[in-house]
């Protein structure tokens, strides 16, 4: 495991935002963890939080011209990883969406630099996938090509079918999907932690029963 990636856990469990219990997913399972990206609220942590973005996606050897945040959480990681990739010397654009059409000014739904190239879209999480469904229809209508997508946590879990919710995406659109951080990467995290020995058994328990390959 890289060491932003182990970072990256460390961070997310040091701001409570990745936490170990009980708690009861969308899809009403148990889960021994739960990520809530929404508690990235303050400045000093978004910026920290941008900067890991930054570092798994130049890791990751993607191709891409520019930046998509599907609203809403998706306008702040947008906004917010693209000064991350400007200080690591990738200067690149940014867009993102209105939920509703502006009726005044410039008008619309699109708010930044125009779509155009290839745009990698940066979200927190990919859960039933329709914010990437709807990106991905604003990019194409717009002429330009959709480059992959960016998440914070890839929980490596089915969804209803035999894939998890990242593969179904990538494979309904031919998209590569980054994230920071895996469901293996938390596993090794809490193998190599004394701190978290108590919850090895839940977790790998959870993924036993409802994990995929990658």
Sequence with gaps: MSDFRQDFIRFALDKQVLKFGEFVTKAGRLSPYFFNAGLFNDGASTLALSRFYAKSILA????????????YKGIILAAATSMA???????VPFAYNRKEAKDHGEGGTLVGAPLKGRVLIIDDVISAGTSVRESVELIRKAGAEPAGVAIALDRMERGTGAL?????????????????????DLMTFIDGSEALAAHRAAVKAYRDTYGVDA
Aim: proline share 5%; aromatic share 8%.
């Design 60 to 71: 990751s050897g993607v191709e891409f011209d520019m930046l998509f945040g599907p609203a």
């Design 85 to 91: 990739l400007a200080e690591e010397g990738r200067n």
């Design 164 to 184: 998890s919710a990242v593969q179904e995406v990538s494979q309904q659109y031919g998209l590569p999907v980054v994230a920071i951080a895996t469901l293996k």
